[in-house]
């Protein structure tokens, strides 16, 4: 079984700054996938990045990077360079079956 | 490319009745999965289908049933309704083993009243 915790109810940013969403998790795999999921108001799910646990490369997706600290149970997401667009809540969520925590929400000041 | 569609999109129903959910996955793959989402919470897993079988469950009650049929798609059945089950139901689609990542539809939201 996996958990996950998001600390941050809320974050702000200012348009073209940058952000970084934390998140940890406690799971007994030893070989798992970690997400970043985005929801805006239009409530789709949309996937932001992924990374697997076995890789020690952080995985990029152009503004988007994360953070993956294995041995700290840590995965937190860095957005640059933000944009209104991104405005959204953001969930963290790991394992196969994709457990998510409770999401931060991200506001983009222009 | 078609996505994952969920049906219908909104739907109410009486405390008591029993309600059916549905969920076509993105082409191309085999794995359904679904999620219950109050409001202001995260997505919750209830359970997963894999080869029309049940393959994991999260900690839901036996009230809350499923199916997949051999084209993929998938039902979500919820018997004896409770007002605490109105939520955003979210199915996402995947392709196993290799987790590429879920595909989620826009989700039906349940009211019950």
């Known amino acids: 079984a996996q958990t996950v915790t998001q600390s941050q109810p809320e974050m702000s940013v200012q348009e073209a700054e940058t952000v970084t969403l934390s998140c940890t998790y406690d799971t007994s795999e030893s070989d798992y996938y970690l997400f970043w999921y985005k929801q805006p108001p239009s409530r789709q799910m949309i996937l932001v990045i992924r990374q697997e646990a076995y890789k020690q490369q952080n995985a990029t997706e152009n503004r988007f990077s994360v953070n993956f600290q294995k041995a700290a149970k840590s995965f937190s997401l860095k957005i640059s360079d933000s944009q209104l667009g991104d405005a959204a809540m953001y969930f963290c969520g790991g394992d196969y079956k994709l457990t998510f925590g409770k999401g931060t929400l991200l506001t983009v000041n222009p | 490319d078609a996505g994952v569609t969920q049906s219908p999109t909104h739907l109410i129903k009486t405390r008591g009745q029993q309600v059916t959910l549905r969920c076509s996955p993105k082409?191309?793959?085999?794995?359904v999965s679904w999620y219950q989402q109050a409001l202001g919470q995260g997505p919750q897993f209830i359970f997963q289908?894999?080869?029309?079988?049940?393959?994991q469950r999260g900690n839901f009650p036996d009230r809350f049933s499923g199916h997949q049929f051999p084209n993929y798609s998938s039902e979500l059945n919820v018997n004896a309704l409770l007002l605490g089950d109105s939520a955003l139901y979210l199915c996402?689609?995947?392709?196993?083993?290799?987790?590429?990542?879920?595909?989620f539809g826009s989700g039906t939201r349940l009211t019950v009243v």
């Open positions: 082409s191309g793959h085999d794995t």
């Open positions: 289908y894999y080869e029309e079988e049940e393959r």
């Open positions: 996402a689609s995947s392709l196993l083993p290799v987790n590429y990542g879920y595909t």
